[in-house]
């Protein structure tokens, strides 16, 4: 690693930090503020409002307690996308963690032709979900898919119309296009590791993989707490991606919360179901990021940084 | 409020047009009105030509037109009507779709309009009106043309294999074996859209207990889907499942993709039982497909022993222009200026006629001769007008949550994760009444 000029920068922007905290610049965040209580917390009132009424979408807005909410419960299809929605979840992230930790790692490094293949890797970045999912339905499609281009009949598989494939397809796919966004979240954290940490270790005789365990993966624990926040509490939100590629099927096997609501709302125009499932959605939201922040030992602003 | 709102929605809705859209409300101080319809080529087109036709004869009463996306259409005018700002003519599919709009006091009734002009009533099939009509009442104006849905196959591959097209049930059964035993599927289907699988229903129930059983479950009469003959309908189509009678994948097949369509003119499946509009995009996709006259269709086989009528059809009896109830008076006259001149004028039949589809005017057939899909046409317009029942698609007919219900367990049922008995208790839960 030569990232020392990148480490020794560290302590001082974070000391710039302090002396701003000292005055009370609180007015910063108003602009934020703003755009946050207009399209975030608005909306999410009137959502709490619909989810108590009934209404179609064109007509009147009725109130109606708590019917929506007794149909919502009472259906055996929310617990099912749950579990499918909690299945994604956790699947995506234990695929994906690991694999963004070691590209991470890999990229951090500053040979050339590693600059030269993270380029390449944040290609799926830069793609719209719903472009990558066409692009996936047409290379896993039964009878004109790739399998049948390149007479590989084991590629020919029933995809995305046998439940249990369907689903490892969503998960493979979402994986796909959000790794490089993590392994870029790992990569700068990985470069604010000390050089002096992995040198310490050297002098005492520590392997390749002795440093990674003890030094980078402990260092970067509150990156990896960050970045599976943003993925299990993104992967509540997905639908673009699913929405595209299997449209909830076959029957309801990938049909997971986001589309649920989707499908209720402006599909079978029971606005106020949909809303219930939204606040559903906001709320295990809401209780995941409290939990990882647990996770993270409560204090997230102490450093790792050395001297700290 | 309204007034920033609108142009922010008009804006939201394609860069393109909004310059058009904005002239037009401009010259709204008079009487301009708008036009909202679907893209997709040939019908974009012809949609398009019959606005270019009227602007260009009518100078003081402008319409502006915009085209949406089929899919991307659905919510965009439900939003717009819910937020007050859908445009003076609004596309539709009739039946359900139209009741949602009618009870929301959303779109005008045209009833006492049709009577004093009868010459634009009398024009159209009696057969299209029904889907426009509800509680009695007319709330849209039928356009276009009519939509049966065909059981098309593939004759080269009958050949190949060496077996004549089915007339029965009982022949489409015994021939699944035989399409099987060559590699060869004997159905395509594109289950992933779900009504795609539902047009197999929609004929079985008419051909084993006729257009009884599902009218009775459309007018919400008690346990209507446990009908013995529904049952012995939805056994039916699991039996054919059962039997590989589709595509292996079709749940994950597309019907927007038209990928059902390749598997038929690719000569991977056999038969497919799709929608006559299906035929153009045959054409102009399938290579020597149609041209070369390796395209047969048929009426849906009778089923051995059933009660319904084998003339009857089932599909779109029409497309559906209605007018917002929330229009100004000086823009409702134009559109319905519009529905008098313009729609279906001799040059739009004549278009219709060219991609290969019949438009719902009286004596359409005599265009039929010069066309060089003659021979489809008058099988089209035998099939709509000797129909004893035309009945409408049921996703359309029914109100959009029932409608959504259905295709839920539709596609359950051809994944075989349920029984018919449950799709029947399932169904009965949302449309007893």
């Known amino acids: 690693m030569t990232a020392t000029s990148v480490g020794s920068a560290g302590p001082a922007p974070s ?47 009725v109130p109606s307690g708590l019917t929506s ?24 992230w234990l695929f994906q963690t690991p694999m963004s930790i070691l590209l991470g790692v890999f990229l951090a490094g500053a040979q050339k032709y590693r600059a030269f293949l993270a380029v390449l890797y944040f290609i799926p970045l830069l793609l719209s979900s719903a472009a990558i999912a066409i692009t996936f339905k047409a290379l896993l499609d039964p009878n004109f898919g790739i399998g049948t281009g390149l007479g590989l009949p084991f590629m020919s598989q029933d995809w995305l119309g046998e439940p249990k494939l369907a689903l490892g397809v969503v998960v493979f796919v979402v994986s796909w296009q959000f790794i490089p966004f993590h392994s870029l979240i790992y990569q700068g954290a990985v470069r604010q590791i000390p050089t002096s940490m992995y040198e310490a270790a050297q002098i005492d005789g520590a392997g390749r993989m002795r440093q990674f365990f003890s030094i980078t993966l402990p260092q970067l ?39 649920d609501m989707y499908k209720r709302g402006f599909q079978a125009n029971l606005m106020g179901p949909a809303s219930a499932i939204g606040v559903i959605l906001v709320l295990v939201g809401l209780l995941l990021a409290l939990l990882f922040r647990r996770l993270g030992g409560g204090d997230q602003t102490a450093s790792q940084l050395e001297g700290a | 409020m309204g007034v920033p709102l609108a142009g922010a929605l008009a804006a939201c809705g394609s860069s393109g047009p909004s310059s058009s859209t904005s002239s037009g409300s401009a010259a709204a101080a008079g009487s301009g009105a708008s036009y909202w319809y679907l893209t997709g080529q040939p019908g974009e087109g ?54 949602s709009w009618v009870d929301a006091s959303q779109v005008e ?60 049930w009982d022949d489409i059964m015994a021939l699944v074996p035989k399409f099987n035993a060559q590699g060869i599927a004997p159905f395509s289907l594109g289950g992933q859209s779900r009504w795609t ?74 038969m497919m039982l799709h929608g006559a509009w299906t035929y153009g995009s045959m054409k102009s996709d399938g290579g020597d497909f149609v041209k070369g006259g390796h395209l047969g269709w048929m009426n849906f086989p009778p089923v051995a022993g ?58 359409a057939d005599s265009n039929i001769g010069s066309s060089e899909d003659a021979e489809w046409l008058k099988f089209l317009y035998g099939v709509s007008s000797n129909a004893k029942v035309f009945a409408q698609s049921w996703d359309q007919a029914l109100p959009p949550s029932a409608a959504e219900t259905l295709l839920d367990n539709i596609a359950k049922l051809f994944q075989l994760s349920i029984s018919p ?11 007893n009444s």
């Open chain 2, 109 to 168: 009734d045209l009833t006492s309009w049709f009577s004093s002009n009868s010459a634009v009533k009398d024009k159209l099939f009696p057969s299209s009106f029904g889907a426009a009509t509800v509680g009695g009442k007319i709330y849209a104006m039928p356009c276009e043309t009519v939509q049966p849905i065909v059981l098309y196959y593939n004759k080269s591959v009958f050949d190949k294999v060496g077996v004549q097209p089915p007339t029965s």
């Open chain 2, 306 to 363: 059933g009660k319904g009528d084998p003339t009857n059809t089932v599909g779109n009896p029409g497309q559906y222009l209605s007018i917002s109830s929330k229009a100004t008076a000086a823009e409702k006259e134009t559109a319905k200026k519009f529905f008098t001149t313009g729609v279906l004028d001799s040059t739009e039949v004549k278009a219709w006629i060219d991609t290969g589809s019949i438009p719902i005017v009286k004596g």
């Open chain 2, 46 to 99: 012809i949609r398009k030509g019959a606005v270019d036709r009227f602007n260009a004869a009518n100078a003081s009463t402008q319409i502006a037109q915009t085209a949406f996306q089929n899919d991307a259409y659905k919510t965009k005018i439900k939003t717009a009507l819910g937020a007050g700002q859908a445009p003076t003519i609004i596309w539709g599919w009739g039946g359900g779709g139209l009741k």
């Open chain 2, 197 to 270: 699988n539902m047009m197999w229903l929609e004929f079985l129930f008419d051909r084993i207990g006729g257009p009884e059983v599902f009218q009775a479950a459309f007018e919400g009469k008690k346990d209507a889907w446990s009908n013995p003959d529904a049952i012995t309908a939805l056994t039916k189509v699991q039996d054919l499942v059962k039997a590989n009678g589709f595509i292996k994948g079709f749940s994950s097949i597309t019907a927007d993709s038209n990928a059902d369509q390749a598997l038929l003119y690719t000569g991977k499946a056999a």
């Open chain 1, 15 to 61: 000391r710039s930090a302090k002396s701003v905290h000292g005055r009370s610049l609180g007015w910063l965040a108003v602009p934020a503020l703003v755009f946050f209580v207009a399209f975030g917390v608005i909306p999410l009132i009137g959502v709490l409002f619909l989810s108590f009424t009934t209404w179609d979408g064109i007509g009147e807005v």
């Open chain 2, 421 to 431: 008995e449950q799709f029947a208790t399932n169904l009965n839960a949302v449309t």
């Open chain 1, 221 to 259: 624990k509150n990156t990896i707490i960050t970045s599976s926040t943003l993925m299990v509490v993104g992967s509540l939100t997905f639908f673009d991606l699913i929405y595209v590629l299997t449209a909830g099927g076959p029957a309801d096997a990938t049909r997971v919360l986001a589309l």
């Open chain 1, 69 to 92: 909410w007794k149909s919502v419960l009472s259906d055996p299809g929310l617990p099912h996308a749950m579990w499918v929605t909690f299945q994604v979840a956790a699947l995506s």
